[in-house]
């Protein structure tokens, strides 16, 4: 069994400052990438930023310059620190990663229950 479970999120107003954080734990043999999405009410679930096992990453356009993905290999964790939020950027974040456990020797893409996030003007 597999486990992701998102912390940090809450209420802040424009302007502040989150830290997210997602433990994976659980029958993991290894992780590829691991990422962060988000989906707003009424919205589709969109693509926020994203990190490999290497450390290279990819982000939206939308948080470049504010947001910062980062991982710890030996924890099984990716972090997201969001600075300069914005009221648009008020969602449910949700962790992934791209991996192979005991249940499935193929890569499965795994994903976290979200955290909510938001965002006062």
């Known amino acids: 069994q597999v486990q992701l479970v998102e912390s940090g999120g809450g209420l802040v107003q424009a302007g502040g400052s989150l830290r997210l954080s997602c433990a994976a734990s659980?029958?993991?043999?290894?992780?590829?990438?691991m990422g962060w999405y988000r989906q707003a009410p009424g919205k589709q679930r969109e693509l926020v930023a994203t990190i490999t096992s290497g450390g290279s990453t990819n982000y939206a356009d939308s948080v470049k310059g504010r947001f910062t993905i980062s991982r710890d290999n030996a924890r099984n964790t990716v972090y997201l620190q969001m600075n300069s939020l914005k009221p648009e950027d008020t969602a449910v974040y949700y962790c992934?990663?791209?991996?192979?456990?005991?249940?499935?020797?193929?890569?499965?893409?795994?994903w976290g229950q979200g955290t909510q996030v938001t965002v006062s003007s």
């Open positions: 992934n990663f791209l991996g192979r456990t005991f249940l499935r020797n193929n890569p499965f893409l795994y």
């Open positions: 659980g029958s993991i043999l290894s992780i590829n990438a």
